[in-house]
C-alpha cells in the first residue's frame, strides 16, 4: 500500500493488518504474563459513523429515519451527525486511519467485533466497554428530537446486534440525548436492564448544566439500577472560547479537559455528589493532570465561598475522589507528578485502564504495568480488579479469579 | 556481532526501507540520499514498530525577522520517519526523536559488499 507524504510523494507501506500492527504490544503482553491479570478497558471505541445505514433503520420516527437513511446512503456528502475538524491521522503519520478501510475481515463476520478481538487479544485486554466515535458530537445536534431517535437507534443497534456478537468481551455505556431530560429518562427505562449495558454515556461537549432540576429522575433512575454514569469528553473547535487556538494539538490538548472540568464543577458544587451518594460516576478520556488542578482550585475557593454551596458536606476534592477516572490518556510526564495525582485521585480503588483504541492517542496496559511507584494491590486494581467489581464481569481464569479475591474485588 | 544481509544496493532504492529480524530484535534500514540508516524498530514512547510508518520531510515554520510567522513548511532537507502507534517523530540520519533530542532509537551498523547491504547487530 502507498500513503501520501510530502509534496505528493508516495511511500509504501504494509496493508493495515491491527494483530500485525500491535505485534509489539501482543509482546509486552507475554513478556509480562497479562494472563494472570483481568484486564479492562473502559475506553474502547469502534467508528458506528461508518454503520448508519444499519443503525438508521433502528429508529422510530418514520420521517427521521428517512432522513437519515437516505443521508447514509451518500456517505462523504451529506452528514447525518455534527462533524468536526479534525487532524487525528496527523496528515496520515497515525497510518491505522488512511489504511483502515484496507484491512481485512472474514465474511460472516461483525467487522467492529473482529477488529475488536484483534487489538484486545494483541494487548491482553479480557473486556473492553466500546464507545462510539461520531456520536460523540451527538450533543451538537441542534435538533432535540433527531438526536434523541439517533441514540435510540444506535443504542438499539449496539444491543440487539453488536453485543451479542462479542462472546461477553464487549460492554457498553449507551449514549443519553442529554438535550432531553425525559427521552433520556425513557431510554434508561428502556435500555438500562439489556445485557451487556453497564451504565450510560453523557457526552460532554454540550452546554447543558448537568445539575439542572430536570436530570434528578435520570440520574435516580440509573442510581436505582445499579449502573454507572460516565462523562466522555471530546472537543468542539466551534466553542467561542477554542476558536483563536490555531492548531489542533491545542484543541485537543484543552477541549477534552475543559468539556469534563465545566461537567465536573457543576456535579460537586451542586451536591450530587450528596444526593446520589450511590451512583458511580466516571470520567472519561481526559487524561488525569486536571484532576488534582481542579480539586485545589475548588478547595481553595470553597473554604471561603462554602456558602454558595450548603449542600456540601466535605471539600469539593473529597467528593471527586469518591469518583471514578479513567487513565487514557494519561500524561507520563513527570514521575512525581503523575505519582502526586495518584496519590490525590485515590489510584488504587479509583481508577480504571482505559486505551482509547483504534484513536490516535491509545495508551497501553503497559503505561499502568510499568509504572515504578504502583504497589501490586494497585496494579491488579488499576488494570482492571476495579472494572470488574463495578461493572460485575467474571474473571477468566483461576488465576484472574485468585487475584480478584486477593485485592477485594471479587467475594470469597 | 552478527551480520544480518537486508538486500541488494541494486534492488533498495532511495527513499525506501527494510525492516529485518536478528534474534529477537528488529531492526529498521533506511536509504535516503544514497546512504544507509539501521535502527530499533521498538519505539521509545510505548514500544511500536517506529521504522514502519511514514517517511515524511521534517516540517519547520518560516519566522520572519520581525518575528512574524509566515507559515508552515516541509524541510528541504532533513527527513523523519514516523512511529505509526502515535506519531513519534525520529530524525532519519540520527535516530534522534525530533520532540525531544535526548530520546534516541538505538542505532545499528550498516555495510556494503558489493551490491550487498548487511547490519550488524
Same mark, same amino acid.
Given at each position: 500500500?502507498?500513503?501520501?507524504?510530502?509534496?505528493?510523494?508516495?511511500?509504501?507501506?504494509?496493508?493495515?493488518?491491527?494483530?500485525?500492527?500491535?505485534?509489539?504490544?501482543?509482546?509486552?503482553?507475554?513478556?509480562?504474563?497479562?494472563?494472570?491479570?483481568?484486564?479492562?478497558?473502559?475506553?474502547?471505541?469502534?467508528?458506528?459513523?461508518?454503520?448508519?445505514?444499519?443503525?438508521?433503520?433502528?429508529?422510530?420516527?418514520?420521517?427521521?429515519?428517512?432522513?437519515?437513511?437516505?443521508?447514509?446512503?451518500?456517505?462523504?456528502?451529506?452528514?447525518?451527525?455534527?462533524?468536526?475538524?479534525?487532524?487525528?491521522?496527523?496528515?496520515?503519520?497515525?497510518?491505522?486511519?488512511?489504511?483502515?478501510?484496507?484491512?481485512?475481515?472474514?465474511?460472516?463476520?461483525?467487522? !467492529?467485533? #473482529?477488529?475488536?478481538?484483534? @487489538?484486545?487479544?494483541?494487548?491482553? $485486554?479480557?473486556?473492553?466497554? %466500546?464507545?462510539? &466515535? *461520531?456520536?460523540?458530537?451527538?450533543?451538537?445536534?441542534?435538533?432535540? !428530537?433527531? #438526536?434523541?431517535?439517533?441514540? @435510540?437507534?444506535?443504542?438499539?443497534? $449496539?444491543?440487539?446486534?453488536? %453485543?451479542?456478537? &462479542? *462472546?461477553?468481551?464487549?460492554?457498553?455505556?449507551?449514549?443519553?440525548?442529554?438535550?432531553?431530560?425525559?427521552?433520556?429518562?425513557?431510554?434508561?427505562?428502556?435500555?438500562?436492564?439489556?445485557?451487556?449495558?453497564?451504565?450510560?454515556?453523557?457526552?460532554?461537549?454540550?452546554?447543558?448544566?448537568?445539575?439542572?432540576?430536570?436530570?434528578?429522575?435520570?440520574?435516580?433512575?440509573?442510581?436505582?439500577?445499579?449502573?454507572?454514569?460516565?462523562?466522555?469528553?471530546?472537543?468542539?473547535?466551534?466553542?467561542?472560547?477554542?476558536?483563536?487556538?490555531?492548531?489542533?494539538?491545542?484543541?485537543?490538548?484543552?477541549?477534552?479537559?475543559?468539556?469534563?472540568?465545566?461537567?465536573?464543577?457543576?456535579?460537586?458544587?451542586?451536591?450530587?455528589?450528596?444526593?446520589?451518594?450511590?451512583?458511580?460516576?466516571?470520567?472519561?478520556?481526559?487524561?488525569?493532570?486536571?484532576?488534582?488542578?481542579?480539586?485545589?482550585?475548588?478547595?481553595?475557593?470553597?473554604?471561603?465561598?462554602?456558602?454558595?454551596?450548603?449542600?456540601?458536606?466535605?471539600?469539593?476534592?473529597?467528593?471527586?475522589?469518591?469518583?471514578?477516572?479513567?487513565?487514557?490518556?494519561?500524561?507520563?510526564?513527570?514521575?512525581?507528578?503523575?505519582?502526586?495525582?495518584?496519590?490525590?485521585?485515590?489510584?488504587?480503588?479509583?481508577?480504571?485502564?482505559?486505551?482509547?483504541?483504534?484513536?490516535?492517542?491509545?495508551?497501553?496496559?503497559?503505561?499502568?504495568?510499568?509504572?515504578?511507584?504502583?504497589?501490586?494491590?494497585?496494579?491488579?486494581?488499576?488494570?482492571?480488579?476495579?472494572?470488574?467489581?463495578?461493572?460485575?464481569?467474571?474473571?477468566?481464569?483461576?488465576?484472574?479469579?485468585?487475584?480478584?479475591?486477593?485485592?477485594?474485588?471479587?467475594?470469597? | 556481532?552478527?551480520?544480518?544481509?537486508?538486500?541488494?544496493?541494486?534492488?533498495?532504492?532511495?527513499?525506501?526501507?527494510?525492516?529485518?529480524?536478528?534474534?529477537?530484535?528488529?531492526?529498521?534500514?533506511?536509504?535516503?540520499?544514497?546512504?544507509?540508516?539501521?535502527?530499533?524498530?521498538?519505539?521509545?514512547?510505548?514500544?511500536?514498530?517506529?521504522?514502519?510508518?511514514?517517511?515524511?520531510?521534517?516540517?519547520?515554520?518560516?519566522?520572519?525577522?520581525?518575528?512574524?510567522?509566515?507559515?508552515?513548511?516541509?524541510?528541504?532537507?532533513?527527513?523523519?520517519?514516523?512511529?505509526?502507534?502515535?506519531?513519534?517523530?525520529?530524525?532519519?540520519?540520527?535516530?534522534?526523536?525530533?520532540?525531544?533530542?535526548?530520546?534516541?532509537?538505538?542505532?545499528?551498523?550498516?555495510?556494503?559488499?558489493?551490491?550487498?547491504?548487511?547490519?550488524?547487530?
Amino acid at each position: 500500500m502507498d500513503l501520501v507524504s510530502d509534496r505528493g510523494r508516495r511511500v509504501s507501506v504494509e496493508e493495515l493488518n491491527t494483530t500485525q500492527l500491535l505485534a509489539n504490544a501482543a509482546k509486552q503482553a507475554r513478556q509480562r504474563n497479562y494472563d494472570d491479570f483481568i484486564i479492562v478497558d473502559v475506553d474502547a471505541h469502534h467508528y458506528e459513523n461508518e454503520h448508519f445505514s444499519e443503525i438508521a433503520p433502528f429508529m422510530e420516527n418514520d420521517v427521521l429515519r428517512q432522513l437519515s437513511l437516505s443521508g447514509a446512503a451518500k456517505t462523504g456528502r451529506q452528514a447525518i451527525m455534527p462533524i468536526q475538524i479534525g487532524f487525528q491521522d496527523m496528515g496520515g503519520r497515525v497510518t491505522r486511519y488512511p489504511l483502515r478501510a484496507t484491512e481485512k475481515t472474514p465474511d460472516g463476520t461483525l467487522r !467492529d467485533v #473482529e477488529l475488536g478481538y484483534r @487489538w484486545m487479544d494483541a494487548m491482553g $485486554v479480557d473486556y473492553s466497554c %466500546l464507545f462510539p &466515535t *461520531g456520536m460523540l458530537n451527538i450533543g451538537l445536534h441542534p435538533q432535540k !428530537d433527531m #438526536e434523541a431517535d439517533l441514540c @435510540w437507534g444506535y443504542n438499539r443497534w $449496539v444491543t440487539e446486534k453488536v %453485543l451479542p456478537e &462479542t *462472546g461477553g468481551r464487549m460492554y457498553s455505556m449507551l449514549c443519553l440525548p442529554f438535550s432531553d431530560a425525559e427521552e433520556s429518562l425513557r431510554q434508561v427505562e428502556a435500555f438500562g436492564g439489556r445485557k451487556g449495558v453497564t451504565g450510560f454515556m453523557i457526552t460532554s461537549v454540550r452546554d447543558v448544566p448537568v445539575h439542572d432540576n430536570r436530570y434528578m429522575k435520570v440520574y435516580r433512575a440509573i442510581e436505582e439500577r445499579g449502573l454507572a454514569i460516565a462523562f466522555h469528553a471530546a472537543f468542539n473547535w466551534y466553542e467561542p472560547i477554542f476558536k483563536g487556538l490555531n492548531r489542533f494539538i491545542s484543541v485537543h490538548a484543552l477541549g477534552f479537559t475543559v468539556s469534563n472540568m465545566i461537567h465536573m464543577t457543576n456535579w460537586v458544587i451542586n451536591g450530587l455528589g450528596e444526593r446520589f451518594p450511590k451512583l458511580p460516576v466516571l470520567w472519561v478520556e481526559s487524561g488525569l493532570a486536571w484532576v488534582p488542578f481542579l480539586m485545589q482550585r475548588l478547595d481553595h475557593e470553597y473554604m471561603m465561598r462554602s456558602s454558595e454551596c450548603p449542600t456540601l458536606k466535605k471539600k469539593p476534592s473529597d467528593y471527586m475522589r469518591d469518583m471514578y477516572y479513567s487513565t487514557q490518556p494519561m500524561e507520563i510526564q513527570d514521575m512525581q507528578a503523575l505519582e502526586t495525582t495518584f496519590r490525590m485521585i485515590n489510584a488504587e480503588t479509583q481508577l480504571l485502564y482505559s486505551s482509547d483504541y483504534p484513536h490516535w492517542d491509545f495508551d497501553l496496559p503497559s503505561t499502568i504495568y510499568d509504572l515504578p511507584f504502583l504497589s501490586e494491590k494497585a496494579r491488579h486494581n488499576i488494570l482492571g480488579g476495579t472494572a470488574a467489581r463495578l461493572f460485575k464481569l467474571p474473571p477468566r481464569n483461576e488465576k484472574q479469579k485468585q487475584n480478584l479475591i486477593k485485592y477485594g474485588n471479587l467475594p470469597v | 556481532m552478527a551480520e544480518k544481509f537486508v538486500a541488494k544496493i541494486s534492488e533498495f532504492q532511495d527513499g525506501d526501507r527494510r525492516i529485518v529480524t536478528v534474534g529477537d530484535k528488529e531492526v529498521g534500514i533506511f536509504r535516503d540520499r544514497g546512504q544507509f540508516y539501521a535502527y530499533s524498530n521498538t519505539c521509545v514512547h510505548q514500544g511500536g514498530p517506529a521504522c514502519e510508518g511514514l517517511i515524511i520531510a521534517k516540517v519547520e515554520e518560516r519566522i520572519m525577522p520581525d518575528r512574524t510567522s509566515r507559515g508552515m513548511y516541509f524541510s528541504e532537507t532533513d527527513t523523519n520517519f514516523v512511529c505509526p502507534w502515535h506519531g513519534y517523530e525520529y530524525d532519519l540520519r540520527t535516530g534522534e526523536c525530533i520532540a525531544n533530542r535526548k530520546l534516541k532509537l538505538r542505532q545499528y551498523q550498516v555495510v556494503q559488499k558489493g551490491d550487498e547491504v548487511y547490519v550488524v547487530t
